[in-house]
């Protein structure tokens, strides 16, 4: 640390994002990528748009706000799109915590839920999830603050259904509930809708999982225009061009691609079905995922042996070795085959230390 760094941040424990190994020797199940290219209409725009790159990029991201507003059939003032959906996520803690809304979320949750908080000096409020790993509704209901809720949730891939969330909006109208749906599309309930009927709810989502942009760093969130408008006053205070000219044409086309997105989707959950049967068939435990990872443990392994074993035969998983989830690894879905290779080795492990 130099010595002019502001004691603001000093004591600041930034976010371990999942490791992004140099050399592609690991089967990669560690960063819930897709497995997937992006789509070639995606590739084609990106590409074309490279020209361009000598000017800025269009800071009101027009083109893809409308293309995404009809997509999700919303107006475009409803939406705004950001630099993967992090930086929505900051922005929210900025925008919508403060002394007398601390920030509310689960004990188990995205990791990076209690940096935004610190970096923005935010008090929070944990409302542990019940022994089963389930989010405890009536805690968040009585909880007095601004809720972030990841559905489903992460590392456990559990999802509440819509009506679910919608009980938590409807308790307190006064209360914002942001609900991050990073991983939504494989196999949870949208709560896009609600943001018709309240004013109270902001969704996040982002192209990193299902539509394979990862790399290209887009996310956007939908809530009513007051909300969106907030969140671009502090978008314009930090960087209107925080979408650059080729992840935007990316976007576009991204959008244009329904069916790749659906197939991938399909694809997906349908290798997730394979992947708990098998894990469950070795007598592990896998909690029940709605994402495109699954959490698991082994009564006769540590989640830190399991992680390590994977690692030394070329496989990568997450691993947290946080209390309540030690004994346990993230395992991203990959393509078939990756996975077909990740059930060989982990059975291969099990059968070895028996
Ligand atoms: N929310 C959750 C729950 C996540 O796991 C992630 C990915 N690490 C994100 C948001 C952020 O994704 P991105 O910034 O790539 O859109």
């Given amino acids: 640390m130099s010595r002019f760094f502001s004691d603001k941040y000093s004591s600041l424990k930034p976010y371990v994002p999942g490791e992004q190994p140099k050399e592609m020797i690991y089967i990669k199940l560690n960063t819930n990528e897709s497995p997937f290219p992006p789509s070639k209409k995606a590739i084609e725009l ?9 000017l800025y990029p269009d800071p009101t991201c027009e083109k893809l706000r409308l293309a995404a507003a009809a997509a999700l059939n919303i107006s475009s003032d409803k939406i705004i799109f950001t630099n993967g959906s992090d930086d929505i996520l900051n922005f929210a803690f900025m925008a919508f915590c403060s002394p007398v809304a601390p920030a509310v979320f689960p004990d188990i ?14 008090k929070t409020i944990v409302v542990p999830l019940k022994s089963d790993f389930t989010i405890d509704i009536d805690g968040l209901k009585k909880a007095k603050g601004t809720i972030f809720l990841a559905n489903p949730n992460a590392p456990t891939g559990i999802a509440l259904t819509r009506s ?10 006064n209360r914002l509930v942001v609900v991050d749906e990073a991983y939504v599309d494989f196999g949870a309930e949208s709560c896009i809708s609600l943001t018709d009927s309240y004013d109270n709810i902001l969704v996040v989502q982002t192209f990193s999982k299902s539509r394979s942009m990862a790399g290209a760093r887009l996310g956007y969130a939908v809530g009513c225009k007051e909300l969106i408008a907030d969140l671009e006053t502090i978008r314009y205070s930090t960087n209107p061009y925080n979408i650059n000219r080729m992840t935007m044409a990316a976007g576009i086309g991204a959008l244009f691609d329904e069916k790749y997105f659906k197939d991938n989707i399909s694809e997906i959950i349908s290798t997730r079905e394979y992947v708990v049967e098998e894990l469950k068939k070795m007598g592990m435990n896998v909690l029940p995922s709605k994402a495109n990872f699954v959490f698991a443990s082994s009564s006769r392994l540590s989640g830190e042996t399991i992680y390590k074993e994977l690692k030394k035969r070329g496989v990568l998983v997450r691993y947290f070795s946080v209390e309540r989830t030690r004994e346990y690894n993230r395992i991203t879905i990959g393509s078939r085959k990756q996975m077909e290779i990740f059930i060989k080795v982990i059975k291969d492990i099990l059968e070895e230390q028996k």
């Fill in 46 to 54: 990106a590409t074309a748009e490279a020209a361009a790159l000598n």
């Fill in 164 to 173: 679910e969330i919608e009980g938590i909006v409807k308790a307190d109208r």
């Fill in 109 to 122: 949750t995205y990791g990076f839920y209690p940096v935004f908080a610190a970096l923005n000096n935010i």
